[in-house]
């Protein structure tokens, strides 16, 4: 069972296992373990960009396509439920469509760009779609009737999604389910269930075509496999899956807005997650969106807190201030880079991988 | 001599601004091993993938069993039933031993039949079958990268200096399975320098010198012919046992 639901792909480490599990546990039980907004707000957020990251490695990682549009297709399925909800009410319809219509035009777009300049050389490819994502970022800004421009959409979302609504009269361990709590496990959910598909694509004969091609295409055409074909199926699975997570994005934040989806520093992070957790594993994509995301909204406080104790050392109380805490988040990335030089999962897959042939050697 | 399964008419290439073949014409037969022999240089390695359409012909014709394939995708010529080993032990290497033969057999699941075959070629690749390619010896990868090209019954099997840095056990490891699949009635044209193994397993010889087919004839006969063998390579087959 296990075995089907992971495609036989599993984390072959010990202490990777047991960090996944308390990621997935934690994030299943968020609402009820945490108290307060912020620490669902981080949860749901990981969702978002477990999925967004997954999805990126799908490219870039199994496929070793460069791509710089990967937050275009996210702010297409953010704007596109965004914009359904604002444009035609908080129903399950307008949100139906918003969904089906982001999912297609991420997935066309996709397909064009792929076709048309999959065949250039990985540099050339990177670079037209940073163009194209720039030219998308600045038609979301400039259509402000459409997209809301730079403000981004305000919108509601239908009943059962919203605070307000109660599923059950009593609360469970304490905690209320509200429609914020639906709205959670919707993201939760869906993400799983888009992490697992991307497994399963990964561990196909179709992901195996891509990681052949990633190693050389020449040798994979050699084969007999029509690289840019399988390239631009990859391109738009990657592309709907953003998308996707755009979509559950807009749902929770209630908000759609170039800062929230379209930004190039949302990109860099998705780079940077991909790199630190490990390129070409999908689990990485769940080990460096966790870290960084918790990273991000919690080592301000945590320099603060340093900041305080070490108050009246004249060097380290500066250096622990909470202003510091994008530095000591620049420091951290490098000290990860330089001792996980594979991702945090490339480097614990290759240590367990080290002790059993240890084991088999002293068998023998 | 039988029919000709590949035919290549006044084949040119142009790598760049460079001129590397200047109008190859050749005949592979139908069964049997088509030796191409010529120095560094010569263009073999460029016949071979002019051949694949991984450099694309700026004049001439390649017939495969009679279809033109000079314009055709290289996907669809190895769908033709062309299969390529290129020189440099042309692994998958991150993925398995077992991936690597899963990817090569497009027709579907890995059938015993066909394994068995495999292993009893190159035994070391049953030891290492889930191990990841890329741990293998040189030896060992080039015996995967041929093993990819065997695994599906191919019209034709172009293979690209295989026994190039192996040692010498390994060579005749190799050599010994090359006419296993000689015996089983394969089309190969082979690109080898190392001419003890030309002699052993040719059937036919075309050399090549600048970018042309300077000499094109039976095997034995080159063999026999030392002042021939002089005239086209420098050197005398014997010499080089």
């Avoid at chain 1, 990777?16 to 968020?30: C, N």
């Avoid at chain 1, 800004?141 to 979302?157: A, K, M, P, R, W």
């Avoid at chain 1, 209630?254 to 860099?268: A, E, H």
């Avoid at chain 2, 293998?136 to 295989?162: C, F, H, N, V």
Wanted: some cysteine.
């Amino acid at each position: 069972m296990l075995a089907r639901i992971l495609s036989r792909d599993y984390p072959r480490s010990r202490p990777l296992t047991l960090v996944l599990v308390l990621i997935l546990f934690g994030l299943a039980f968020a609402p009820f373990v945490f108290t307060g907004s912020q620490p669902l707000n981080v949860a749901a957020k990981i969702c978002v960009f477990v999925l967004l990251v997954a999805a990126y490695d799908l490219l870039l990682g199994y496929t070793g396509i460069v791509s710089f549009a990967h937050t275009m297709f996210f702010g297409i399925g953010g704007y596109g439920a965004a914009i359904a909800l604002a444009r035609l009410g908080p129903t399950w319809e307008a949100l139906g469509l918003g969904i089906v219509s982001a999912l297609v035009v991420a997935g066309l777009l996709a397909l064009v760009i792929g076709l048309f300049s999959l065949r250039v050389r990985a540099i050339f490819f990177a670079m037209i779609t940073l163009a194209v994502a720039s030219a998308f970022a600045v038609l979301a800004s400039q259509l402000s009737g459409f997209t809301g421009g730079e403000d981004g959409l305000n919108y509601q979302i239908p009943e059962v999604l919203r605070p307000a609504f109660r599923l059950l009269e009593n609360p469970v361990l304490g905690t209320n389910v509200n429609g914020r709590i639906i709205t959670y496990y919707l993201v939760f959910f869906v993400a799983l269930a888009a992490f697992l598909v991307m497994l399963r694509i990964v561990n196909s004969p179709f992901g195996r075509v891509l990681q052949a091609i990633r190693e050389n295409d020449f040798r994979a055409e050699a084969l007999g496999y029509p690289v840019v074909v399988y390239r631009s199926i990859a391109s738009v699975v990657s592309a709907v899956m953003a998308a996707l997570a755009g979509i559950v994005l807009a749902l929770w934040l209630r908000y759609t807005g170039p800062d929230t989806t379209l930004s190039f520093s949302i990109m860099i992070d998705v780079l940077l997650m991909v790199v630190i957790g490990g390129m070409g594993t999908l689990y990485g994509a769940v080990i460096g969106a966790t870290l960084m995301i918790i990273a991000e909204n919690y080592l301000q406080v945590l320099m603060g807190r340093l900041g305080e104790v070490s108050k009246g050392v004249p060097l380290l109380s500066a250096l622990f201030s909470a202003d510091r805490w994008l530095l000591w988040l620049g420091i951290l990335f490098i000290l990860s880079v330089y001792f996980f030089p594979e991702g945090v999962v490339g480097k614990l897959r290759a240590l367990a991988l080290g002790r059993r042939t240890e084991t088999s050697a002293g068998e023998r | 001599m039988s029919d000709a399964l590949l035919t290549l008419e006044g084949v040119h290439t142009h790598i760049g601004r460079y001129h590397i073949l200047q109008g190859v014409d050749l005949v592979v037969p139908r069964g049997g091993f088509t030796i191409l022999l010529g120095r560094n240089g010569a263009g073999k390695t460029t016949t071979l993938r002019t051949i694949m359409g991984l450099w694309r012909a700026s004049q001439g014709t390649i017939r495969f069993a009679g279809a033109d394939v000079t314009a055709r995708p290289t996907p669809d010529i190895a769908s033709a039933g062309i299969a390529y080993v290129p020189e440099n032990m042309s692994i998958f290497s991150g993925l398995t031993v077992r991936e690597n033969l899963v990817l090569a057999a497009r027709a579907g699941p890995l059938q015993a039949g066909k394994l068995e075959r495999i292993f009893s070629l190159f035994p070391a690749l049953e030891r290492f079958y889930g191990l990841a390619a890329g741990a293998l010896s040189g030896g060992q990868k080039q015996m995967l990268s041929i093993a990819r090209a065997l695994i599906e019954p191919r019209d034709l099997i172009l293979i690209d200096e295989p026994t190039k840095g192996l040692a010498p056990a390994i060579v005749t490891n190799m050599i010994r399975a090359f006419r296993e699949v000689k015996k089983a009635g394969a089309t190969v044209l082979l690109v080898e320098q190392n001419f003890m193994a030309a002699r052993m397993l040719g059937d036919t010889v075309a050399v090549m010198d600048d970018g042309r087919i300077v000499h094109h004839g039976a095997m034995a006969e080159l063999a026999a012919d030392h002042a021939l063998q002089h005239r086209l390579l420098g050197l005398h087959l014997d010499t080089h046992q």
